[in-house]
């Protein structure tokens, strides 16, 4: 029987005669437990069967979420390639606009010209802060979104500010027209607003409350109205009529 022969870091060789098991363990540990404990140089020592412990277990504060922590993983400081950056916790208050707006008609304007026939858009918008303060404007453009910025600007650049009283009621009743367009206002106590079409959109975008509106024309042209119902605010006075009434001298009784 040839001889058998374990190579590892030290060299072992077994007799031809037999196999003595106790010894080739014993040549087989001797051998590895040099190469495990002999670290390799410019390399750190590594230690066997080691439990790397947590968070929790070492106290670690810098974990995600945790106030104390000022690393990038902190909630509302920056974050590595972001930047500064909120969390879910920040509070985010979103400013709301002074004036609200609201869209009362939109038209498509075609215009046929050499090349064929292109079209725009008109559109007309309220805008209004309800406390008084309302407008109209027009705006046209290629596309909705430019023509809609142009007239909400339009309508602030053409503001009135209408009297009203310490309920938000207008004093008197009063009419407006304007092209065709005819309308008549005047207070209604405990009816809310009771109006129709575009002036609507100017009653409720001024803040007025209790009111009435009725067209006295048969117009359908909505800017129109809505302009009809500026020009009738407009005439408000900031007395009852029936204060701006001169009294009649009474006879005296005999």
Known sequence: MPAKEIKLNNEVKVPATGVDVEAVVGAIVEAVEPAVEAPVAGSPAVTANKITPGRKMRGDPARRGSRSGSGPQNRGGSQGRGGPRGGRGDSRD????????????????????????????????????????????LGKGGDTA???EKATREAKKHLIKVPLSAQMV?????????????????????????????????????????????????????????????????????????????????????
């Open 94 to 137: 979103r400013v709301k606009p002074e004036f609200d707006s609201k869209i009362i008609d939109i038209r498509r304007v075609t215009r046929v010209t050499s090349g064929g026939r292109r079209m725009n858009f008109s559109v007309a918008v309220v805008a209004g802060d309800h406390k008084g303060r309302v407008g109209v404007g």
């Open 146 to 148: 430019g023509a809609v």
């Open 170 to 254: 207008i004093p008197h009743a009063v009419e407006g027209k304007y092209g065709s367009a005819i309308i008549k206002i005047f207070p209604a106590r405990g009816s809310g607003v009771v109006a129709g079409s575009s002036a609507r959109a100017v009653i409720e975008l001024a803040g007025i409350k209790d009111v009435c509106a009725k067209f006295l024309s048969g117009s359908k042209n909505r800017l129109n109205n809505a302009r009809a119902a500026i020009e009738a605010l407009k005439n408000l006075s900031k007395m009852p009529r029936s204060a701006l009434r001169p009294n009649k001298e009474q006879p005296e009784k005999i």
